[in-house]
């Protein structure tokens, strides 16, 4: 597991070691007959988290700044399934003037009035808060005014000790669709000033595209 990265933000290149790969080469001829070296897959990889927004489907720690919905306690994350919370800090956030009378007692108002607008962060133990790991919904406790926090940060980690079966065909398909780009995927070609035209120009095509979509990273909040 590498250091903390922020959810839909690929931060470096990074090239997995044979351990970090998804499926050895040789798993990848046996499951669906594909045959592919280190690199290749590798370079499949890289492609498959540029379309999810994420640097790796492995369990990795994400820091998150969460807006919460007014008057609610809770949020998700942008990287599922969640693993664990590591961290967590709170505050409270003035929202519209009309709807503070609405959402908040008198008394938290006159005293936020007194201390400014801007709260400070205060910690939140991670034991207080429950997670659905499969879909990334977190519940947090009140603030020690007894309303809801405004935003959240939040550190966890997230990802799949084992790689869904889902995620390996597509990596299988992207490696097929990089080894036959150019030959099977080319619909037009000309020869005088070389042009060719391929029936998709990218490497993701729409069955990748169906089978990446648990794992896209599509938000922040």
Known sequence: MEGINHPGLITDDYLHTEDELYVTPGKLE?????????????????ILHDYCNRRTLWPSEFKQKITLPRDRSTAVVSVRPILKIIDAKGRYTRGRRDSQHRSYP?????????LGSASTWQNIN????????????IWLPNSIYLVPYGEIMITYIA?????????IAA????????????????????SGRVSRRF????????DIKRLLSPFVVRSLQ
């Open 30 to 46: 046996e499951r669906y007959g594909i045959i592919a070296s280190q690199q290749q897959i590798n370079l499949a990889m890289v």
């Open 126 to 137: 991670s034991e207080d808060i429950d997670f659905y790991g499969p879909t990334g919904e």
């Open 171 to 190: 990596l299988a398909l992207i490696v097929n669709s990089v080894c036959t780009k150019g030959e099977g995927d080319l619909i037009a070609y000309t």
């Open 106 to 114: 008198t008394d938290y108002l006159s005293l936020a009035a007194i």
């Open 199 to 206: 029936a998709t120009p990218s490497f993701i095509t729409h």
């Open 159 to 167: 990802g799949y000790e084992d790689i869904p079966e889902k995620a």
